[in-house]
């Protein structure tokens, strides 16, 4: 079950660079679309959200984009800081429902 | 911030025993949520709570899984016969309605030998 994939396993950036992390789609009935934080030892942290009526939706540092036609959201944190090294997770749902499909996630590591 | 939280973070376990695994959500929420990662999987959405029954449940959560809300405070997984494949980190979540955040606990591990 692939229906949420994100490509690339890890990402390395230095500090006050942007980091750019990515995730497809293959359900056309997903609607809502959420980027989650975790840390080890922790629960995933809820960070930003999108539906898919938007195109993007923006937080402080942390700006989600969503291309509908592509079936392709991406997650920009910018400036990056080492706290934010952790692992980021995509997911999805049709309706928001909290019936999340999530991806496998992505090891961000920000170096000083 | 307020927390969901979950005991015990640890639990070990035989083939073959029944678990529980306990969670308080934020007080005031009203919706309930089972998730679990296999190690090196993804997170998998289990079952959904809301008013005292299951909303959704996934293929995973089988008849060897029940959920139960036996206070006004506790939100439970029983796993009544836990199988080897039932090694997972399990994460309880709440949330005070779907268009608010969905707060995750920090999980409980759990190892069937």
């Known amino acids: 079950d692939q229906q949420v994939k994100q490509n690339s396993p890890s990402l390395s950036v230095q500090e006050g660079r942007i980091s750019i992390l990515n995730c497809d789609y293959t359900n056309s009935m997903f609607d809502y679309f959420l980027w989650y934080k975790k840390y080890p030892a922790e629960g995933p942290t809820f960070l930003i959200s999108i539906s898919s009526i938007k195109d993007k939706n923006e937080d402080g540092r942390f700006t989600v984009f969503l291309n509908k036609s592509a079936k392709h959201l991406s997650l920009h944190i910018v400036p990056s800081q080492p706290g934010d090294s952790a692992v980021y997770f995509c997911a999805a749902s049709e309706g928001s429902n909290y019936k999340l499909t999530f991806g496998k996630g992505t090891l961000l590591t920000v170096n000083p | 911030e307020p927390e969901v939280t979950q005991t015990p973070s640890h639990q070990v376990t035989q083939m073959g025993q029944e678990v529980i695994l306990r969670c308080v959500p934020i007080s005031n929420h009203l919706y309930f949520y089972w998730y679990r990662q296999i190690l090196g999987q993804k997170v998998e959405f289990l079952v959904s709570f809301y008013n005292n029954e299951i909303s959704e449940k996934s293929e995973i959560f089988d008849d060897q899984f029940s959920v139960e809300r036996p206070d006004g405070s506790n939100f439970t997984l029983k796993i009544r016969s836990t199988k080897l494949e039932d090694s997972a980190m399990y994460f309880c979540?709440?949330?005070?309605?779907?268009?608010?955040?969905?707060?995750f606990g920090s999980g409980t591990q759990l190892s069937v030998l």
């Open positions: 979540a709440s949330t005070g309605g779907v268009s608010e955040k969905l707060f």
